[in-house]
């Protein structure tokens, strides 16, 4: 599919009453057409892996096509200024995570930007760097401990972050790197005491995690 066709397509799968129950659960308005996800599923792969397609895309400015944008990229030709130039544009909670969870976790700078981003004051930024804490723990099999226990200093910093969408961020990566295994679990758990997590503390410590974590 040609770029043309791509949006031509999304326009054409637009719909009203997707985009305004979007907006209630707190998705931007902003260039949201109501493509649902199992569209652009579908659009990725009819697309396939093209970077100079991905760039295109994101710079449409159209919320879906920088989903698909995410989902298309390929993630040995991203660049630092690509992220950057990106995580700038990020204003929508579900871009941010599809965002971190399907490119931006796969590249070589993803725990240089999570160093780098949770330090930065935007809300949008710092949620970005959350979110890939989050996605690197479930997508990164080979890391070591060590790489997971380094977040912790940053969570327990911005656990006071009233933000909305930094708190949630922030709650996610303690829980998601809790479940990584029983070693990081204990120290999540100890960290999520700290912090007064009580969202954290009901799930790393439920029989249905340690059940699968003892396993």
């Known amino acids: 599919m040609t770029y043309t066709e791509i949006i031509k397509k999304l326009k054409a799968e637009a719909n009203e009453n997707n985009r305004l129950g979007m907006i209630r659960f707190g998705i931007s308005p902003k260039g949201t057409l109501g493509v649902s996800t ?76 999570v160093y780098e981003w949770v330090e930065r004051e935007e809300e949008f930024v710092r949620r970005v760097g959350f979110v890939l804490m989050a996605t690197l723990s479930v997508h990164d099999k080979t890391a070591k401990d060590k790489e997971f226990e380094n977040f912790f200093p940053l969570i327990k910093k911005y656990a006071t972050d009233k933000r909305n969408f930094v708190k949630k961020a922030v709650n996610w990566a303690l829980r998601q790197i809790g479940k990584r295994n029983l070693a990081l679990n204990k120290k999540a758990i100890k960290l999520a005491k700290e912090i007064n997590d009580k969202n954290a503390i009901r799930e790393l410590t439920s029989e249905a995690v340690q059940r699968r974590l003892k396993k």
């Not at 130039?85 to 965002?99: E, N, R, Y």
Request: aromatic content about 10%; some cysteine.
């Open 38 to 113: 199992l569209v652009l599923r579908r659009m990725q792969k009819e697309i396939g892996k093209d970077q100079a397609l991905s760039l295109r895309l994101w710079d449409s400015g159209i919320h879906e096509a920088r989903i698909l944008a995410a989902f298309i990229g390929e993630k040995e030709k991203v660049t630092e200024t690509q992220m950057e130039k990106w995580v700038k544009g990020v204003d929508s909670w579900d871009v941010c995570d599809q965002l971190c969870g399907n490119l931006f976790d796969k590249t070589s700078f993803a725990y240089k930007k």
